[in-house]
């Protein structure tokens, strides 16, 4: 039986659910294969893994700017090398694991499991084949470090494979399968048992609006937003996710009354049900995290792009625009003006939806796992 170690790292939701996605098909969908899910940062150091994880958090929340800066000035430099060499010193905490397992085949969502890895592989402490697999709509060259020793490289889309060529990694290595993400966005869902569970009308736009969940990154705009949705929502009907930021559901409901717009917007907790309101749902509003955008692509929904976080998800947003599937609101942008002429266009939000197709790779999580596992 082979041994697959999967590795994430607590730094956004995505590095997990992208993990998940592929230990759950591999657990479900193979035979003789022996596959375990693992926290690297965690299980390397707990207290550093907490405090990096609080760090990214707040920075995130509170002054994006920052995130901002070191995510770019992390892609060479003096940051860049301390980054990879204080990954470096952690890998030798990780050998323990991984000369206990003796995996075939290690697979990473996250940069620092793949350069742990990779440092373990070029001293010969390890002979793993190493799977990255990049989460970002946009490369960063903290993936690449130690690339002579990582196997395959997945990658959303092919300007990415384009950008690996360049930066002398082999083309064989380079699979253009999309992000993984959970087989439940691949389900049919019937539209009515949907829409009565949710309380919601037939036969108008569905607009599904993600509020920035638990830390409500950049909730000023995010409710003016919200308001500009609300004061346009006569022709629609909006369904805002506050996920477990309690304060940002009773901001949503406060605008709702204001409004008078209860018959057309639905404000929700947390919710589990996500792949069902994005089948009923004919545009998103929402960060462009990598996860999110992925499962708005498999579900074949346009998006309105708010609050991204500097670095990577603005390099996201940059791209979908270019793409034609999104449309980004920024800080000086008319939002009344983006959504009426959005709306007053028949054909704007159906180019849109073409668009997504040009993208989508719904089977991007079978896929993966059928290449390295083929190859093991």
């Not at 490289?153 to 950008?163: E, I, L, N, T």
């Not at 309380?199 to 409710?223: A, H, P, S, W």
């Amino acid at each position: 039986m082979k041994k697959v170690l999967i590795f994430y790292a607590s730094y956004g939701g995505g590095h997990l659910n992208a993990a998940k996605s592929i230990y759950e098909c591999m657990l479900n969908c193979y035979q003789n294969i022996d596959v375990e899910l693992i926290d690297c940062m965690k299980y390397v150091n707990k207290t550093i893994e907490k405090v990096t994880t609080a760090a990214y958090r707040e920075a995130a929340k509170k002054a994006p700017w920052v995130w901002g800066k070191i995510y770019n000035d992390s892609q060479k430099g003096p940051l860049a090398h301390l980054s990879s060499r204080s990954n470096k010193i952690m890998a030798i905490k990780l050998l323990k694991l991984l000369r206990e397992k003796n995996p075939s085949l290690i697979v990473s969502t996250h940069p620092f499991g793949s350069q742990m890895c990779s440092y373990l592989k070029r001293k010969g402490k390890i002979q793993s084949k190493i799977a990255t697999i990049m989460t970002d709509f946009a490369p960063h060259d903290q993936w690449l470090v130690g690339h002579d020793f990582t196997d395959f490289y997945f990658v959303a889309h092919q300007k990415m494979k384009d950008y690996l060529i360049y930066k002398n990694i082999p083309e064989d290595k380079i699979f253009v399968t999309g992000i993984p993400l959970s087989n439940r966005f691949l389900q049919k869902y019937n539209r009515k048992e949907i829409l009565n569970e949710f309380n919601l009308q037939d036969n108008i736009k569905n607009i599904l609006f993600f509020g920035g969940g638990e830390f409500g990154l950049g909730k000023t705009r995010t409710f003016e937003i919200f308001e500009s949705f609300v004061k346009s929502s006569s022709n629609m009907q909006i369904i805002a996710i506050a996920g477990k930021n309690e304060k940002m559901k009773l901001a949503f409901e406060k605008i709702v009354d204001e409004n008078n717009a209860k018959k057309n917007v639905r404000v929700l907790e947390f919710t589990n049900k996500v792949p069902e309101l994005m089948s009923i749902s004919d545009l998103v509003v929402t960060k462009p995290g990598g996860m999110t955008t992925t499962e708005s692509l498999a579900s074949n929904l346009p998006m309105i792009i708010i609050n991204p976080i500097p670095g990577q998800e603005e390099e996201n947003a940059e791209f979908l625009e270019e793409k034609g599937i999104a449309i980004w609101i920024k800080k000086n942008s008319d939002v009344t003006q983006i959504l009426t002429d959005l709306f007053s266009n028949s054909h704007k939000l159906e180019e849109m939806k073409e668009n997504t197709k040009l993208l989508a790779k719904p089977n991007s999580t079978k896929d993966i796992c059928d290449i390295l596992l083929k190859d093991l």
